[in-house]
Structure formats: C-alpha cells, structure tokens
C-alpha cells in the first residue's frame, strides 16, 4: 500500500459526500471517523442524501445561473402556485447569496458552470459503478433512462438546454408527446415533447443504497461517531480539533462535508462562502411505482416522479427559507397537485419531507482545502445534483486529502472564487 503522509481524517457529515469521501480514504489505507447527529443506519437519518429523487444525472450541466430562468423568476416569486417560492422573512439574510448569484447569472457564467459540472458529472456513473462492484445493489438501482416532459410554453429554455448539451457531447434523445405515451401509457397527456437520456439510472431507494455504502465503509475498517459537532479548529500543520458538546477529536485533517449546515462550520473557519439552502420536498403514493418504469420530470412545473421501493416519490419544487422554517404545506400540496395533473390517478399520500439542498450561487460544489486551514477540506454545495456527484466527489475529495496529484482542473471549486 502507498506511504500516504496522512495519518488520520475526521469527516463531519455521513450524507454521500461524507460517506463516500470517507470509503474512498479508508480504502487508502487512511483511518477514518465520520461524525453525524444521526445515525445513517437508523430511521432518523432524513438528510438530503435520504429522500432526494434519486436520479444519477450525468447530463444535468445547466443549473439556475442563467438569464432565461432570471426573467421569469419574478412572476414564479409572486405566484404561490409555481415552482419557487420564497420565505419572504429569510430574504434579508440571503443577501449575499442574492449578490452573488446575479453576478453568476449571464451567459458566460452560466457555461462556465455547465463546463466544470459536465468535468465532474461526466466521472459520476463510473464512480458509482466501480462502488456498485463492490456492494449488494438489488432491488435498489434500475437502468430504464430519465424522461423529461415540457410544455410549449418555453421553448427557448428547453432549446438553449438542449443545445448546451449537444456542444458538450451529452447524449440525448429527443421525443414527441407520441413516443413518451409509448414508454409511459399512465401519464396525462398535458404535455407537449420530451427528452429521455438513455443511459441514464436511478435509484430506488436512496437511503438503501446509502447505506450499503456505510456498511461497506464500516466493514473496511471505518468508524462512526454518533455527534452533532459544535465547532472544529486547526490547531497546526499536523491537527485539527473537532469539538461536539462534551468531547474532543484530534485528527489529522478535517473534512466538512455537512451539506447545507457546512456554513455553521466554514463561518467559525473565518471564510464567508455564501452557501444557502434551496428547499425541496418529497411526497409517497404508496403502491403507485408501477404507475410509470421511469422517473419522469415535468420541467414547466419544476418536479418529477420517481418509482422507488417506498412506492412513487413525488418531487420537487425550490423553496428558499433557510435551514430554520417549518416544513410548508403549500409546497406539498403543490407537489401533489402537479403528481395528479401527470397521473390523475393518485390518490392518498404519505409521508411528507423536507430536504435541504445545499447550494452556491454560481452552483459549483467546493471541493478543495480551507483557504486559511489548509488542513480542513470542503466538500458540499452540490446542490440539485448531489446524490449523482457523490461517489466522484469521495474519490476527488480523497485524493486532495492524500495529495495525490490529478489531471482535473479543480480550481473552479475552489473557495477561493468567493473572497
Ligand atoms: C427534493 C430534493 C431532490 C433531489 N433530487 C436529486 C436527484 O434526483 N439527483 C441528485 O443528484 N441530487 C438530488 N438532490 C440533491 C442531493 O440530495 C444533495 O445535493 C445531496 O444529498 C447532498 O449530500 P451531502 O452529503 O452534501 O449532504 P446531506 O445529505 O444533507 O448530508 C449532510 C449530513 O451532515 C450532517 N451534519 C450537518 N451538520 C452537522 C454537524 N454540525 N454535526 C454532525 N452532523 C452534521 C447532517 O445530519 C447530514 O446527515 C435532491 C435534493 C432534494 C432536497
């Protein structure tokens, strides 16, 4: 095995990037503890890495930083029937965020962007697979493709999109309404073409999988410490300290990979990164996965559906609130109301979540050290595509942990972007 300088590493947060951060430096033969307030293997575990839609989206390069989105998000804001909504007494304390975000939003930011997620996203299914060997993945991943349904209402995003695409190489298919009734006979016909991306997966149970990568991490010699941690320090070149409320932890190297609660911590690090959160909920219909073979996303109405073991995981909407507001019935009945318009067929739900996206404005992760700790390195801010960026960031968040040298060009998710 390599004589890695490395001698110990704490990682605060067992999410997927935490988890898989720590598998791939366990199997480095560098010892590992990771640190959550909840037990992955327990059924308080609700993270994002818990009840996300489940899509391995390799394809997915655009994100919100792009002009088309910005004229419209004024009308979305003021209708509380749409797909983002906002907390209207959180918005002063999103300021920066805001700032931020506008700066990122024009053209050239908005193919940057889609230039380094394609550099990671294009890595992320092989990740997994390589993961995926090693585990018992039955019952818990399908390979059927990803269905995107629109309207001819906005055609110019759904082409600006499509065309992005295309430049990067991405496959795609493109099909009529006629063709997707052909894959999916159960959906209403409210809609006008579609996309289906071929090659891509999902899951069918997040958590299952999520835990069969913990187990893994456990069996390999990793350890788990059950602590909602208060603050962390690096004290030299060689320690870190984190602290929960009772106890101390001297490691190595740090790792923050605590998803949208990262601020809590990089805060105390002296950086101001304006990580925030966007909001995202989740609804059951048991019994009703048969109902479609695919997760299908309605893009007019910002949500989708997935068929998973749990039954079908209705998905969706942005909600910017903040980590402190309650969960909020408006956004789920809007979920559900837009899972009835696809399959008028539903009818009760259960099991209504919240979940926490964890998301910079220019939406990059931060995958690199502390600017001013270097022994502390950042890994979360992946925002809508999280669950697929899991099983690469593990592998490009180890190698910085291990300095090992890369071909990537991984200074686009460097902190050092927002200083
Ligand atoms: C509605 C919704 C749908 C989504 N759908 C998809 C999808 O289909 N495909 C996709 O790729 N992505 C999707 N995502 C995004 C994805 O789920 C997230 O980006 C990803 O799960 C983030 O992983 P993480 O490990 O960074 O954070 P998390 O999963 O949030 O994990 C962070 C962990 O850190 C712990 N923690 C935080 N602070 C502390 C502390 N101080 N002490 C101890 N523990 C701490 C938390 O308890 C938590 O368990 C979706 C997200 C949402 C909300």
Redesign the pocket.
């Known amino acids: 095995m390599a004589n890695y300088k490395c001698k110990s590493v704490g990682i605060?947060?067992?999410?997927?990037?935490?988890i898989c951060s720590g598998l791939q430096l366990i199997k480095k033969g560098i010892p590992v503890t990771v640190?959550?307030?909840?037990d992955p293997l327990s059924s308080e575990?609700k993270?994002?890495?818990?009840?996300?839609?489940?899509?391995?989206?390799p394809y997915a390069v655009l994100q919100f930083n792009r002009p088309d989105i910005l004229y419209d998000v004024p009308k979305m804001l003021f209708s509380s029937n749409g797909p983002l909504a906002l907390k209207w007494g959180y918005v002063p304390k999103m300021t920066q965020w805001f700032l931020h975000y506008l700066k990122n939003c024009n053209k050239k930011s908005m193919l940057y962007t889609a230039k380094y997620m394609h550099q990671i996203l294009n890595l992320s299914i092989d990740s997994y697979e390589e993961i995926f060997r090693e585990i018992d993945t039955t019952n818990l991943v399908e390979k059927k493709g990803i269905i995107y349904v629109w309207t001819n209402q906005n055609l110019k995003s759904r082409n600006l999109e499509i065309k992005v695409r295309r430049d990067l190489g991405i496959e795609q298919k493109l099909l009529t309404q006629k063709e997707i009734l052909e894959l999916e006979p159960n959906l209403s016909p409210v809609f006008d073409s579609g996309v289906i991306f071929e090659s891509a997966m999902h899951a069918k149970d997040p958590h299952g999988i999520l835990k069969e990568i913990f187990k893994l991490f456990l069996k390999k010699g990793g350890k788990f410490i059950k602590?909602?941690?208060?603050s962390l320090k690096q004290i030299s070149e060689s320690e870190t300290v984190i602290k929960s409320e009772n106890r101390e932890y001297s490691f190595e190297k740090t790792v923050i990979?605590?998803?949208?609660?990262s601020k809590?911590?990089t805060d105390q690090l002296g950086e101001k990164i304006p990580l925030d959160t966007e909001?995202?909920?989740?609804v059951h219909f048991k019994d009703m996965a048969h109902l479609i073979s695919r997760p299908v996303i309605f893009l007019d109405r910002g949500f989708g559906m997935t068929p998973m073991n749990q039954g079908l995981r209705a998905?969706?909407t942005v909600e910017l609130g903040g980590l402190k507001n309650p969960i909020s019935k408006k956004r789920i009945g809007y979920v559900i109301k837009c899972a009835k318009e696809l399959l008028p067929q539903l009818k009760e739900h259960e099991d209504e979540w919240l979940?926490?996206?964890?998301t910079l404005p220019d939406f990059l992760p931060i995958l690199g050290p502390s600017l001013k700790n270097k022994n502390i390195i950042y890994a979360?801010g992946?925002?809508?595509?999280?669950?697929?960026?899991?099983a690469v960031t593990g592998k490009i968040v180890s190698g910085i942990v291990a300095d090992e040298k890369t071909n990537l060009d991984l200074s686009p998710y460097s902190s050092s972007r927002f200083k």
């Not at 909001?279 to 989740?282: F, S, T």
């Not at 992946?382 to 899991?390: F, Q, R, S």
Request: charged share 15%.
């Open positions: 605060i947060g067992s999410g997927i990037q935490g640190f959550d307030r909840y575990f993270s994002a890495s818990y009840g996300n839609a489940g899509h391995f989206s602590e909602d941690i208060k990979a605590s998803g949208a609660f809590n911590l909001r995202g909920y989740h998905v969706g979940g926490f996206r964890p979360f992946h925002h809508h595509l999280g669950w697929t960026l899991g």
